[in-house]
């Protein structure tokens, strides 16, 4: 258990209220609810087009939604002017995305990119900035040699785990992972799965992970939203929705996984 | 003599005016990119058609006009934009930087300090300095809207990453009045603690990108940097050859095949000044040698 947990706070850090996002006539996602505790690791699952993108970019501010409430430590994130969302989401938020080309600087060194928040929020000092950038790739498992290297040298998987690095550098509160492992070999998944695992544990971090595959979400998420149809049809702790699925769909979802 | 043919100073009254409005936003918003409806003008694009267009919009009859490429007023670039104005607006033109009251430059600051009451107009080929690092004009402005100036430190730390120092050698980003980050058109950095505190008014025109911004007399104009790589205004460690300058801006001439070299000012009017005044470099006529 983090710090944060056993610390017992009495106020979820993110509170979802009836989030509902169309695109035109079609549902994106409707009337999604939930509450996430500090500390907490909430899976999202479904197949594709079932709205768990949708719901994970309009719960970052990427996109506008068209109903509900998100408030963030008490917060309304909605009501919040653009200047403080974002400030928001270069301090206490960070977004890892699938495809790390899309979160990360192709043209700019490895230290850059991890540097780009820090400067971001007012580091000016280089020395400072060039050493929180070492401390982060060794915490990610990235030589210290390939400071300097851009991330097209970098294979798949050291570039997800640089996008991690440049992402945690602040010291968010909140990361929101839409399939971080996906596009990577198995063996490299489990590798990155079990650095995001410790990092989870020792940072105390919250963090909303929306993936396909059902061993993620075993290994990383403490509870589990399954979604169809832009709905959220079940929910309830990782293991017991995986072992013991209720709804006609999450069996199916649970039964389709392959056993080795 | 004035080519009847034309309004004065080429572009029609309402073309001024519009030109004129965007300036006085600009000069209201110090370092903001203010949209125009730039002109095609009778020369190609990255031959300063954004300076042209200002500088036509403010010169009046009485104007004493100064034109300088690189430094230099008798250079391609300064002698032919220095006619169109003889031509199409019939002003007196001079290469004496005291003198003039509007300067239009191409890369340079002039040496001499310039004075109230004159207007320096420069060319710029890109105003967005946040460009390299993000193509989508949108998010620029965005970024400039927002004050997310991080990404222009990232460029300046990519710099010391892979020199070992800040490489930005023109068109070095500095902040405005504390808001807006500015591209100052390519100077060299030399002229950047010049831009700052300047009694002139400054006024950049692109063309090509339809954006005008200002810098007020006296404004404060900041070079960014890090804590622990400050700015500083460099220049070529030698003397001018011709005038003996030490504080001034230098040209590297090949003389020969044999690794002969010599550096004189790249501002000619400074240089020529000196000269008369009796100054002598190593290789001047007459001089030390």
Known sequence: MSIVQRMAPDTPLLQVDGLTKRYGARIGCADVSFDLWPGEVLGIVGESGSGKSTLLSCLAGHQPTDAGRIRFDGRDVLAMSETERRRLARTDWAYVHQNPRDGLRMGVSAGGNVGERLMAVGARNYGDIRGKALDWLGRVEIAADRIDDRPRAFSGGMQQRLQIARNLVTGPRLVFMDEPTGGLDVSVQARLLDLLRGLVRDLGLSVIIVTHDLAVVRLLADRLMVMKSGRVVEQGLTDQVLDDPQHAYTQLLVSSVLQV | ?289
Not at chain 2, 117 to 140: A, C, D, K, M
Not at chain 2, 151 to 156: E, G
């Open chain 2, 1 to 289: 003599m004035t080519d009847q043919a034309y309004n004065f100073a080429y572009l029609d009254e309402q073309t001024k005016r519009m030109i004129r409005r965007a300036l006085l936003k600009a000069l209201a918003v110090p370092g903001y990119q203010v949209p125009f409806a730039s002109r095609e003008m009778p020369m190609p694009y990255g031959w300063g058609t954004g300076g042209v267009q200002v500088t036509a919009a403010c010169l009046t009859p009485e104007d004493v006009l100064k034109v300088i490429d690189q430094g230099a007023d008798d250079t391609t670039n300064a002698v032919s934009i220095r006619k169109f104005f003889q031509r199409t607006a019939g002003v007196a033109v001079t290469e004496a930087t005291g003198e003039a009251t509007i300067i239009q430059t191409r890369h340079r600051i002039p040496e001499q300090p310039l004075k109230a009451g004159q207007i320096l107009v420069y060319q710029v080929p890109i105003p967005e300095p946040l460009r390299f690092l993000e193509p989508r004009e949108t998010e620029t402005r965005k970024m400039h809207e927002l004050e997310e100036y991080g990404l222009m430190h990232v460029k300046l730390y990519e710099d010391i990453a892979r020199h070992g120092q800040i490489a930005t050698s023109y068109a070095y980003p500095v902040k405005v009045e504390g808001r807006y980050v500015m591209d100052p058109s390519p100077i060299p950095k030399f002229d950047n603690p010049k831009l700052s505190v300047n009694p002139a008014i400054q006024l950049f025109g692109a063309g090509r990108e339809q954006r005008i911004y200002a810098l007020p007399p006296f404004c404060n104009v900041v070079s960014l940097d890090f804590d622990d790589h400050p700015f500083r205004a460099t220049k070529a460690a030698h003397d001018c050859d011709l005038c003996g300058a030490k504080d001034s801006y230098l040209d590297e001439v090949i003389t020969d095949d044999a690794g002969g070299r010599m550096y004189v000012c790249s501002d000619t009017d400074f240089c020529a000044g000196r000269q008369a005044a009796g100054h002598a470099g190593r290789l001047a006529a007459g001089g030390k040698a």
